[in-house]
């Protein structure tokens, strides 16, 4: 199914999940993307091993692309490199600054070869400053760019980190921006260009409310194990939880009709926002008793009969069983020759004409290298050739 991407080509040569993910959302857009490997493959091919050799890891954040392996110490292999980018769009790359030049393949070099070309370098810390080139994870990312202490119960509490790869998907979705930025303006220009995004920057706009509060007035915020107590989480009488988001007056009202206490909205510790949360042990306390009554079904039809924002905390199993999400497309199934009809995650985007669609699962290791370098004009003899001298590995 064609995608808004559809036409494009990406030169892949991310690894581990901050790059790859990006070019999975470009794939998902409709962009062909030819993944270069090195010699042994992305090392995310080995992470999250199930007994069966699933990883769920590389399958998440590889699928949709065309593999090719070629070992870049050797000139064959990176004259290859050129001749490819000559028929790419855009290159997307996450190792250390530099390393591309060293290479041989930086943008200078790339651009000389295709001036339309945009390549998008994903690092660790950016492309200027004392700390370039250094080594960056994604929990380098959330210390660094101040996640973690915000995800800290207090001044005094350990810092906490956020699961999956939080800085390296929130990364990912930028590289991915600024690919679709550059792609744009090499169309309109024809000039492509260098754009670097990094984990420190993306974890810094991604706190631009907390950041910019504390720019202002100086205080650290922290997380609370409430955020307030009508915009949160209660348990119910079965055990199960659900979420409330009140933040009007509108909502506020109804919610204390709803739970027959029609005198919270003119009690002094609760008419206002800012004094519902200088008094949230009072009122986090009359609401859990509340909805301690009833069970979280029943809890869900008074509050959607109100018209209160909320919601079951759901489990994945809760999300895959779903009608909403599949309605959605947000998961979808797709064919695996080698698991069989396979659930995966769908597209976060819905368009009208050109929706895209999950272009497969993640290629296994070099199955793409002759039909992309036959694309490319090598001959069987030629290809035969770059096997014998190392430059394409079997």
Not at 27 to 40: N, T, Y
Not at 84 to 109: A, H, K, Q, W
Not at 113 to 129: D, T, W
């Amino acid at each position: 199914m064609p995608g808004p991407l559809d036409g494009y080509r990406i030169l892949d040569f991310t690894r581990y999940q901050q790059g790859p993910f990006a070019t999975v959302q470009l794939s998902d857009l409709g962009a062909e993307i030819w993944k270069v490997e090195p010699p042994g493959g992305d090392p995310g091919r080995g992470s999250d091993l199930s007994a069966d050799g699933f990883s769920r890891y590389f399958e998440a954040h590889g699928r949709g692309k065309r593999s090719i392996v070629l070992n870049l110490r050797k000139a064959p292999a990176v004259e290859a490199v050129l001749k490819m980018s000559e028929r790419c769009d855009g290159v997307i790359e996450n190792y250390r600054p530099g390393v591309m030049d060293r290479l041989g393949i930086g943008y200078e070099t790339l651009s000389e070869r295709n001036p339309r070309i945009v390549m998008v370098s994903a690092s660790a810390f950016g492309s200027r400053g004392p700390q370039v080139g250094e080594p960056g994870y994604d929990v380098i990312g959330q210390a660094t760019g101040g996640v973690m202490s915000l995800q800290a119960l207090g001044d005094d509490a350990e810092p906490r980190t956020l699961p999956g790869g939080f800085a390296d998907q929130v990364g990912a979705m930028q590289a991915c921006i600024a690919m679709l930025a550059g792609l744009i303006a090499a169309k309109d220009t024809g000039r492509g260009q260098h754009v670097d995004v990094s984990l420190l920057g993306s974890q810094i706009a991604l706190q631009s409310v907390y950041l910019t509060g504390f720019l202002h007035d100086g205080e650290q915020p922290h997380m609370r194990r409430r955020r307030m107590p009508t915009f949160t989480f209660y348990e119910t009488s079965d055990g199960r939880s659900l979420v409330i988001g009140v933040v009007d007056a509108k909502n506020w009202r109804a919610l204390c009709e709803l739970m027959g206490h029609p005198e919270w909205e003119r009690d002094e510790r609760f008419a206002t926002a800012p004094a519902r949360l200088k008094h949230s042990a009072d009122l986090e306390a009359l609401l859990e008793d509340c909805f301690a009554s009833a069970d979280r079904d029943e809890w869900l039809r008074r509050l959607r009969g109100a018209d209160i924002p909320s919601a079951p905390v759901n489990s994945y199993a809760d999300v895959e069983a779903s009608e909403q999400v599949w309605a959605n497309g947000y998961l979808t199934e797709i064919p695996d020759p080698r698991y069989g009809t396979r659930r995966v995650t769908g597209l976060p985007w819905t368009f009208s004409e050109t929706p895209g669609t999950v272009q497969g699962r993640a290629p296994e290791l070099n199955a793409d290298a002759d039909s992309i370098l036959a694309e490319c004009g090598y001959s069987v003899d030629d290809i035969a050739a770059l096997r014998a001298g190392g430059a394409l590995p079997n």
